[in-house]
């Protein structure tokens, strides 16, 4: 029987691991370079990374590496479109496009982050928090100048704290979150090390100066081709930002973004059953205490099934490759141990995860810093009037609106714009969010050449 993993970061990659511990072959696709994912990015040229090193990341490389025999581990393989009955087109490094079937299917594709539309967001100089991420750890890149990171979360402080290690010049840290209570503080308590992990980012940002302007937001970027001010208001209880008290504080480069969300696009159009769960990002795929999908032969692990963390994505992935392995009768008694361990674990993660979000997660409110002309889908210049003038005319679903203004029909397909489009469409219709449809997600879910779809293969069984 054949297992195909999609994605190659902690949570698919440690499927893989944990099924050539068993003896189990496995073909682990991913589209980045060098496995990781982003968590565990390395430099793209080989050396020490210059911010984020975790040593964990270097030695699932080497465990892949280790275990080449039984890992097929094809980098730089992107998964475009997946089908009913566990068949992928998958485009290769050199732009040729090959159809795979399975017999079980993993989909471990990871989070997208949370973007919260403002006057002035598409000015050059700004970028999200995991961009500014990726390109430090990646290319050893960081911002010039005065640099002002905002939003909620603890990719807020991480990203912030790696940042002024590397001598960056973060001047203020933006926090939509107030400071946690006693009961969120023992929440996050029943992971130790994460929470110290926490005070230990804020301690690092008092040291280097850092301002932190809690249970506020950036609600405007102003600049004239540059971003040169952000404006600050602080937020009521939803994180809709008052009229008054608001700051304008010198800026070259602003970081932001408001948490993450799993990646749904492959589970949808595999046909697999969602639901809301705003501690988990949002909308997420179903599965039960198996990592199963409502789809025959589909599993999902990691923060692509639902916001955890690291820890929770490796733990799951352990569980899931012995899982898979007892399956095809290849149980090995030393990775079910560690899977029992994997899973007693899996409580205090979650109720960590609870206190987390009790503490930072989204709040509708702040998409009211929007305006009329405000940007929302900047793959197709919708602004957020365009997006009232559809939904006033009772245009009140996402395909509507998409076919109405074009919103979420550009190349991201809808990864940026939708959280602003669906508190949008809840706002304006008294309905919860939860209760607005996900979008549809159409093949393939990047940009792919028409030379790559001419050279697409026959249907291959992975073996």
């Not at 919260?116 to 500014?132: D, E, F, I, N, R």
């Not at 506020?216 to 937020?235: F, R």
């Not at 008052?242 to 595999?270: C, I, K, W, Y």
């Not at 030393?334 to 989204?362: I, M």
């Amino acid at each position: 029987m054949s297992v195909v993993i999609v994605g190659a970061g902690p949570a698919g990659a440690s499927v893989a691991l944990a099924l050539a511990r068993s003896g189990v072959a496995s073909i682990l696709l991913d589209d980045n370079p060098q496995a990781g994912g982003q968590v565990f990015r390395p430099r793209s040229d080989g050396r020490p990374p210059r911010l984020g090193h975790d040593a964990r990341g270097e030695a699932l490389r080497g465990a892949l590496r280790q275990h080449a025999a039984l890992i097929d581990h094809r980098s730089g393989h992107e998964v475009v479109a997946v089908y009913p009955g566990r068949k992928l087109w998958v485009v290769s490094p050199e732009g040729r496009a090959y159809e795979l079937a399975a017999e079980h299917l993993v989909l471990a594709v990871g989070a997208v982050e949370i973007n919260v539309p403002v006057p002035g967001w598409t000015l050059p100089g700004v970028y999200t928090l995991g961009g500014l991420q990726i390109l430090a750890k990646a290319s050893a890149t960081v911002p010039a100048g005065k640099t002002i990171l905002g939003g909620a979360g603890p990719l807020l402080y991480l990203v912030a704290a790696q940042l002024v290690s590397a001598g960056v010049e973060v001047t203020d840290v933006v926090d939509a979150a107030a400071f946690p209570t006693p009961g969120q503080i023992a929440g996050m308590a029943r992971m130790p090390s994460l929470l110290l992990r926490g005070v230990g980012l804020e301690l690092t940002l008092r040291r280097h100066g850092v301002a932190i302007h809690r249970r506020s937001a950036v609600v405007e970027i102003v600049g004239d081709g540059a971003v040169s001010e952000a404006v600050i208001a602080p937020l009521g209880d939803d994180w809709t930002p008052h009229a008054g008290g608001r700051s304008r504080l010198r800026a070259d480069v602003v970081g932001m973004s408001f948490g993450l969300r799993p990646n749904t696009e492959l589970a949808q159009l595999a046909g697999c059953e969602h639901a809301y769960d705003l501690s988990a990002g949002g909308w997420r795929v179903d599965r039960d205490a198996r990592f199963a999908t409502s789809a025959a032969g589909i599993y999902a692990v990691g923060d692509g099934a639902g916001i955890g963390g690291v820890d929770t994505a490796l733990a799951e992935g352990t569980i899931l490759g012995h899982e898979l392995a007892r399956q095809l009768g290849k149980a090995n008694a030393t990775l079910a141990g560690e899977a029992r361990e994997a899973l007693r674990r899996l409580p205090r993660q979650a109720a960590f995860r609870r206190a987390l979000v009790g503490w930072s997660g989204l709040r509708p409110g702040v998409f009211r810093a929007a305006d009329a002309a405000t940007m929302v889908c900047r793959c197709e210049d919708v602004r957020l009037g365009d997006l009232d003038q559809a939904l006033e005319a009772g245009i009140a679903l996402p395909r509507g609106l998409k076919l109405r203004t074009r919103a979420g029909m550009g190349l991201c397909q809808g990864r940026t714009c939708w959280p602003a489009i669906q508190h949008r469409i809840a706002e304006k219709t008294g309905l919860p969010a939860a209760e607005v449809p996900m979008p549809t997600v159409r093949v393939p879910v990047r940009p792919v050449p028409v030379s790559a779809l001419a050279t697409l293969a026959p249907t291959a069984a992975a073996e």
